[in-house]
């Protein structure tokens, strides 16, 4: 809540953007199920560590869009 907009679309509901984009939603979906899976999977300890770690950056990505259509 750190912009005017997004407070203001949080107390009044007013000036709220658009949901965010589908594809970008699918998209962020499907890289943090692969990564999950070659995370839980793989045999090697540098697969698993590098797949996580994308599934922590992926996850910070969504997080910094979801902040920014607020």
Aim: net charge neutral.
């Amino acid at each position: 809540m750190t912009s005017t907009r997004a407070s203001r679309c949080m107390t009044y509901g007013e000036q709220c953007a658009p949901g965010l984009p589908e594809w970008l939603f699918d998209w962020g979906v499907g890289l943090g199920a692969v990564a999950f899976v070659v995370a839980l999977a793989a045999p090697v300890v540098r697969v698993r560590q590098a797949a996580l770690t994308v599934q922590i950056l992926a996850e910070c990505a969504a997080l910094c869009v979801i902040l920014s259509h607020a």
